[in-house]
């Protein structure tokens, strides 16, 4: 059910420009993982690095327990099947109509004849709400239809592993409800474990199992949703709120005495805020008709996380 993958001190940069360093995680086997992160701290690298497409300066991405930052080309190859992937700008063949847009990993990566394939790419299609589209060229359609394409396209070969980034961004309130559910009920019925990098903080708020948060070339924190929503690191309470106060800018880092100021003024509501539970968003349960098998490891983390929390507050 589902791969694990255990990421250890991974460091990346471009020449001189460190992206991030020293990051460690794991994204638990069959659990949903959320990334955020302020825009260009590294969010679309670090996915192209699970996958082996960026290699990193130090460190190892162990998936399934082989450390793919190692592999020969072969291996690799044979270690993407596992990952179904879909990129920020969606990576659709400009001059392929989207039933062959999705098509293609199965004709690339599978012997399955074409009435089998019209089969899975008819209802990844329907899935997604893209049906009686499949004549149309990635260039004739809107931002939020590519979207779409790319998610069925990252379906279709059943992975085990399956990374998203921004799968959101570009979609009207309402798609990205269904996509949200889409998302839990894929998460129940396949048991893959998920990455997703979204902006959108309501959907951070309610999908995941764990949420990390990149920022300022490190991984400040990842760990049980609970633990993040909970949290009082300034930067991750500042994300999770979507405010201007904090040490986020817009720009650059704010200095630090403006930072204690903003979040001294702060720090009563916040309190009072937390007191009342409003942090606590419950997490989306799977459609009716949908089980999600117990994942016993992330009951047993977030039990002691609330041991933890409780003997804290004692
Ligand atoms: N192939 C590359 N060569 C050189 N620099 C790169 C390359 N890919 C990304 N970068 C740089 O790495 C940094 C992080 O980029 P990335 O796209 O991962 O950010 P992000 O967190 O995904 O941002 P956003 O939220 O806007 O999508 C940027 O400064 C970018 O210019
Ligand atoms: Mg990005």
Redesign the pocket.
Known sequence: MGVEICVEGLT?S??H?V?WQDVSLTLPAGEVSVML????????????TLVGL?KPDRGCVKVAGRDITRLREHDLYEVRKLFGVLF?DGALFGSMNLYDNIAFPLREHTRKSESQIRRIVLEKMDMVGLIGSEGKLPGEISGGMRKRAGLARALVLDPEIILF??PDSGLDPVRVAYLNQLIVDLNAQIDATFLI?T?DIASARQVPDNIGL?FRRELVMFGPREQLLTSDEPVVRQFLNGRMQGPIGMAEEKDAAQVEQELARLGDMDRKARHVGNDMTPRLLPSPGITRPPRWEAIARRESELHRKEAADA
Not at 37 to 48: A, D
């Open positions: 990346k471009f020449g420009q992206i992160g302020p825009s260009g701290t590294g969010k679309s690298v670090f996915l192209k960026l920020q980034d921004e990098v902006h990149l």
